[in-house]
Structures are given as structure tokens and as C-alpha cells.
């Protein structure tokens, strides 16, 4: 509980970007990770380049930073997937990202039921475009199983 009690505290007061930094310091050097890419329907999520992803897990949460850049084929669709690193826990939860799609903004995100997977949407909703370029920025949370 106490730890819970800090991490909410961080977040609060110097947000998520900070709140990874000071709990990497204490925990060590953050762990890279090698996630896995796909989408929703017949979109394909393609010859993606990872160019940061790392992740830091203390107790049941787990702090996760990425950048990755691909490209999306097929039929268009809204939602891009990204593997986590550890588990996530049963239960829907929500996330911010930032997506650039040709312009940049918030997109929506959240880790869906038991599926380990990142779900993000197109900022302003609507399906990705399709071709190269489709770039996705994140430092998020979760509670792992």
C-alpha cells in the first residue's frame, strides 16, 4: 500500500515522465523491451522501427516509454496494437499517447481485457491513414497481473 501511496503522489505532483525517472533512479537502469505490432481488422502495422522502448516495473506497476515509427497497409482501420512487456492486469485501463499521423496531437489508448496489447486510437478519432510514417510517442502506466 505504501508503494501505491508513492506512485500516485509522483504522478500528481511531476507527472508521468518525471514520476518514471525518479522511480528508475531507485530502481536501477530501465529494461528494453521488444514489442510486437499489429491492428484491428484487415489493417496490417508494418516494418516498424523501434527507435525507444523501455520499461521499468515496481511491485504491480509497470512504466513503459516508447517510440516507434511504421506503416499501416490493408483496409484502414482505427486501432494500432503494441504488445506490453508484462502482463497487464484483467481489467480495462486507459492511457494517453501521443500519435503523429501526419499531424500531431492526444490520441486515445487502453489496455484491453487479458490481451497484453495497447490499443491506440488516431488522434481525433477515425481510422489511420494508410502508408509510411505512422509514428507513435508514449510514456504510460499500468498495473500488471
Not at 100 to 122: N, R
Request: aromatic share 10%; net charge neutral.
Amino acid at each position: 500500500m505504501a508503494l501505491l501511496r508513492i506512485v500516485f503522489i509522483l504522478l500528481c505532483f511531476v507527472g508521468v515522465a518525471q514520476a518514471e525517472s525518479i522511480v528508475s533512479r531507485s530502481q536501477g537502469s530501465p529494461k528494453a523491451c521488444t514489442p510486437t505490432y499489429g491492428a484491428n481488422g484487415s489493417m496490417t502495422f508494418t516494418s516498424v522501427t523501434t527507435s525507444t522502448c523501455s520499461y521499468t516495473q515496481i511491485g504491480k506497476f509497470v512504466f513503459i516509454r516508447f517510440d516507434i515509427t511504421g506503416t499501416t497497409g490493408g483496409t484502414a482501420s482505427d486501432e494500432i496494437t503494441i504488445s506490453m512487456p508484462v502482463a497487464t492486469k484483467a481489467v480495462n485501463q486507459a492511457a494517453i499517447v501521443r500519435s503523429i499521423d501526419g499531424t500531431s496531437g492526444v490520441a486515445e489508448a487502453y489496455f484491453g481485457d487479458s490481451d497484453d496489447l495497447l490499443h491506440v486510437f488516431k488522434s481525433g478519432g477515425g481510422n489511420w491513414g494508410l502508408g509510411s510514417g505512422k509514428r507513435i510517442i508514449a510514456t504510460v502506466w499500468y498495473e500488471a497481473s
